[in-house]
């Protein structure tokens, strides 16, 4: 049978496009039904406060940096998206007099205008949203040189051989509209994938490149980070693939309830947990990754009911 078209965006794919009764199955699911999803390699972690729900994002870096050596080095890549961690981070860092020079760190995106990376004057970079909120924080003594930041900005190539040359320890990301982490977005329907997405495995040979970002990922960057303006987004992106989060020893995902919506959080949680990988939801094929962590601000998952305002 055919699958349908998307409701949202007719020439791509997305959540949309799946069959019926998985959507359904998730709109269903109450708030402690989540953590009856856990399984073996799929943990579900709820958080009561907005205060340690940052903090325990924030102590993933901490934790990551600390298990850097010399002679094994280690780190973490983080999202822009949350970024309520990242001062946490500075601050425990100087707080603690906790020297990080050895440790690591890769941003997971940045954006793509007229064929190259967004210079960091850009008002939506992510490079420079990551040194003003965190790293220009941090005590010059104890900070890692900028050698050991890897963002996705010029050679891709270069930043996907770092994941072999240094461990990342966690892998953390949001999770968007369209149910991506990074700009792991649905592909077009066009081409070879004219009737069919791409199976779990052709997505999981994607490696940093740069992507055409899905309608949904434009409108809600615009919401979250232009006031709405979709004319300053650009709609390329320059993102971390499956070949490196397969690389992570862990991926944990920070669902506040602000970047994606409790239908949203509720879909990515069972198909992970059910194993139901399909790349209209990008999300869903970390059912195949042996540690993932699923961390919820429980007043931010919500009901999936109508509600007229």
Same mark, same amino acid.
């Given at each position: ?5 998307s409701k949202v965006a007719?020439?791509?794919?997305d959540?949309?496009t799946l069959?019926p009764e ?7 699911l109450?708030?402690?039904d ?7 390699g799929?943990? #579900?972690v709820?958080? +009561?406060?907005?205060? +340690?729900?940052?903090?325990a ?17 280690a780190?973490?890549c983080g999202?822009?998206?949350p970024? *309520?961690?990242l001062?946490?981070?500075a601050?425990?860092v100087n707080a603690?007099g906790l ?7 890769w ?5 793509? *205008?007229?064929?190259?990376p967004v210079?960091?004057? =850009?008002p939506l970079?992510?490079?420079r949203?990551?040194m003003?909120?965190?790293f220009?924080?941090?005590d010059?003594k104890?900070?890692m040189?900028d050698s050991?930041l =890897? ?6 190539a270069?930043y996907?051989k770092?994941?072999?040359e240094?461990?990342?320890? #966690?892998?953390?990301?949001g999770q ?6 990074a700009f792991n ?7 070879p994938y004219?009737h ?6 052709q997505y ?9 970002l899905?309608p949904m990922? #434009?409108i809600?960057?615009?919401?979250t980070?232009g006031?709405g303006n #979709? ?6 992106a ?9 690389k992570? *020893?862990?991926?944990?995902?920070w669902?506040?309830?602000t ?6 959080m ?8 059910k ?8 999300m869903s094929l970390?059912a195949d990754?042996?540690?993932?962590l699923?961390?919820f601000y429980?007043?931010?998952i919500g009901?999936?009911?109508? +509600?007229?305002?």
């Amino acid at each position: 049978m055919a699958r349908p078209v998307s409701k949202v965006a007719p020439g791509w794919w997305d959540y949309t496009t799946l069959e019926p009764e998985i959507p359904q199955d998730a709109a269903g699911l109450k708030e402690n039904d989540l953590l009856e999803l856990a399984r073996p390699g799929f943990k #579900v972690v709820f958080y +009561e406060t907005l205060e +340690e729900f940052y903090l325990a994002e924030a102590l993933e870096y901490v934790e990551a940096w600390k298990q850097s050596t010399e002679d094994n080095p280690a780190g973490i890549c983080g999202p822009v998206g949350p970024t *309520e961690q990242l001062p946490l981070v500075a601050r425990i860092v100087n707080a603690l007099g906790l020297d990080v020079r050895g440790a690591h760190f890769w941003g997971m995106d940045e954006w793509v *205008e007229d064929g190259g990376p967004v210079p960091t004057t =850009h008002p939506l970079s992510f490079a420079r949203t990551d040194m003003e909120l965190c790293f220009s924080r941090i005590d010059p003594k104890l900070r890692m040189s900028d050698s050991h930041l =890897h963002f996705p900005t010029g050679d891709l190539a270069a930043y996907s051989k770092s994941y072999d040359e240094v461990r990342c320890l #966690v892998m953390q990301g949001g999770q968007g509209d369209v149910k991506h982490w990074a700009f792991n977005d649905p592909l077009p329907r066009k081409g070879p994938y004219e009737h069919s997405p791409p199976s779990p495995e052709q997505y999981r040979r994607l490696k940093t490149r740069v992507v055409e970002l899905h309608p949904m990922t #434009v409108i809600q960057n615009a919401r979250t980070s232009g006031g709405g303006n #979709v004319m300053v987004v650009p709609v390329q992106a320059a993102t971390v693939g499956p070949v490196e989060t397969w690389k992570a *020893e862990r991926v944990s995902i920070w669902h506040a309830g602000t970047h994606d919506n409790p239908f949203g959080m509720r879909l990515t949680t069972l198909m992970i947990s059910k194993g139901i990988a399909d790349s209209a939801v990008p999300m869903s094929l970390l059912a195949d990754h042996p540690n993932v962590l699923f961390n919820f601000y429980r007043p931010g998952i919500g009901t999936v009911e109508a +509600e007229m305002h």
